[in-house]
């Protein structure tokens, strides 16, 4: 698992580093720089995610800093393994499902000579983390999160050729640009109107995903349906998690619940009333909490789906709990 993983994102590495050309300036021996790249990167309004480290693959001197900044609203980790095999992110268990701590928090200190995992922890929109390369080499690191998601470091001698900010900033561009319309606009275009769902009257796409390219939306996002109708939803994506969530007039329950501990910091557990489905198959009237559950497409395993009839006319709105921004409504007609 954990070596499909390093093969799968050395060779995304690899493809982007040959199709971005890096152009390699020399650096003044004396002088440690700090350079800056994205982890994570989205569209205008966030609907699509790009689950990238951008660019893919940079080269420092030894001495330099890198920083990762997150440029998205999905947030990510970045965790070098250093030959070690990187946490689950998820750990389920007898009293819950929590999320790892060990991928949750930093780790390993602030420099790295790649003899020991270091990790940046959980980072959220605007975060930032660094890592100081003391030692020659080329090191690969990932997102504990998204499979897939992975880059490298090559760190070179002191005054050999290395990249400067306006190098990485040029590929960045160049990276999010051609993902933006090679992957998502060709992901959303395929899936703007209805999809063909049998035994229902309507059916939904609860979010898309092409790659390392999600878009976290419903497809389409208003539906208009006659009393009686059944809508579905499928979960279009590969691997990404999403919920239909009703709300019925209740708050929406949180994502995370942290549960304090009598020492060390509190564990996050998945809230139990966002992880459940309330209601699937059934004919609803708007009055009450309706879940399909934390769905995610698993291998080998029946695309996920989630049915309601919806039998009383109005407008209902809906969420996905898990994304911002993540929202549709079904419009209910009476039927005469
Ligand atoms: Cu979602």
């Known amino acids: 698992m954990f070596t499909d ?16 050309a890096p152009v390699l300036l020399p650096t003044p021996a004396a002088a440690a720089q700090t350079v800056t790249l994205s982890a994570g990167a989205e569209s205008a309004g966030g609907d699509v995610q790009l689950n990238e480290f951008a660019p893919t ?13 997150l440029d998205s609203t999905e947030f990510h980790n970045v965790f070098f393994p250093a030959g070690t095999t990187p946490p689950d992110f998820i750990q389920p268990g007898p009293d819950g499902v929590f999320i790892n701590p060990q991928a949750a928090a930093p780790s390993g200190g602030n420099s790295f ?11 959220n929109k605007g975060d930032a983390w660094s890592l100081t390369f003391t030692k020659a080499g080329t090191y690969q690191y990932l997102c504990d999160i998204h499979t897939g998601m992975g880059g490298v470091v090559n760190v070179v001698a002191p ?3 290395a990249d400067n900010q306006d190098a990485i ?8 640009n051609a993902e933006l319309a090679t992957k998502a606009i060709p992901a959303i ?3 703007v109107g209805e999809q063909q769902t049998e035994g229902s009257s309507a059916g939904l796409a609860a979010g898309v995903q092409n790659g390392l390219v999600d878009v976290q939306r419903f497809f389409p996002q208003r539906t208009t349906i006659k009393a009686g109708d059944t809508v579905t939803w499928i979960w279009k994506t590969t691997d990404t998690p999403h919920t239909v969530t009703f709300l019925g007039g209740q708050p929406a329950p949180d994502v995370v619940v942290p549960q304090p ?8 557990q998945l809230n139990p009333q966002m992880l459940a489905p309330a209601g699937n198959n059934m004919k609803w009237d708007g009055g009450t909490y309706l879940n399909s559950g934390f769905l995610q497409p698993m291998p080998g395993q029946p695309t996920p789906t989630f049915s309601v009839t919806f039998v009383q006319p109005g407008s209902y709105d809906y ?4 994304h911002e921004g993540m929202v549709g409504t079904i419009v209910v007609e009476p039927l005469s």
Not at 59 to 65: A, I, W
């Open 159 to 161: 005054g050999a050729a």
């Open 113 to 123: 000579d790649g003899s020991a995992p270091a990790g940046s922890g959980l980072l």
């Open 261 to 268: 501990q009598p020492n060390g910091p509190p564990k996050l």
């Open 319 to 322: 969420v996905c709990l898990l």
């Open 57 to 69: 693959m940079i080269t420092v001197n030894t001495g330099d800093t890198v920083t990762w900044h």
């Open 189 to 191: 275009m395929s899936n």
């Open 169 to 176: 900033d040029a590929r960045r561009t160049s990276q999010v």
């Open 5 to 20: 993983r390093l093969t799968r994102q050395l060779r995304i590495g690899v493809a982007l580093a040959i199709c971005a």
